[in-house]
C-alpha cells in the first residue's frame, strides 16, 4: 500500500490553469501506475488520465486531451496534472490513485486513493 496526499486544487476562471500534486509515501512508488480520476456531484467517478508504472505511457480521457498533461517524479515520489484551459465541466474532486494494473481506467483496479482536492472552474 501506499498513502497518498494531493494539492493545488482550487477556484479558476474558465481558460485558466492549475497544477495538482500527489505526494506519494513509501519506497514502492516507482512500481505503481499512477491514475487521476475526478467526481462531480451526483456523477460517478471517472478516469481523467494515467502513467503507467513500466514504460511511462499516458492516457486521457478524450475531453481533457490537449488540455491536461501528467507526470512523476520518481525521485520525490510525486505525480503532477497540469491543467490547461479549463472548462467549467471540468468541475469535481480531483483524486489520485495507484495501481498495480499497468494500464487500468478503472476505478475498481486502484487500491489506493487520495483524499481528494476541489476543482472549480467558473464561467
Known amino acids: 500500500q501506499v498513502q497518498l496526499v494531493e494539492s493545488g486544487g482550487g477556484l479558476v476562471q474558465a481558460g485558466g490553469s492549475l497544477r495538482l500534486s500527489c505526494a506519494a509515501s513509501g519506497r514502492t512508488f516507482s512500481t505503481y501506475t499512477m491514475g487521476w480520476f475526478r467526481q462531480a456531484p451526483g456523477k460517478e467517478r471517472e478516469f481523467v488520465t494515467l502513467i503507467s508504472r513500466s514504460d511511462g505511457r499516458t492516457y486521457y480521457l478524450d475531453s481533457v486531451k490537449g488540455r491536461f498533461t501528467i507526470s512523476r517524479d520518481s525521485a520525490n515520489g510525486t505525480v503532477y496534472l497540469q491543467m490547461n484551459a479549463l472548462k467549467p465541466e471540468d468541475t469535481a474532486v480531483y483524486y489520485c490513485?495507484?495501481?498495480?494494473?499497468?494500464?487500468?481506467?478503472?476505478?475498481?483496479?486502484?487500491?489506493?486513493w487520495g483524499q481528494g482536492t476541489q476543482v472549480t472552474v467558473s464561467s
Open positions: 490513485a495507484a495501481s498495480q494494473w499497468t494500464y487500468s481506467r478503472l476505478p475498481s483496479q486502484y487500491h489506493s
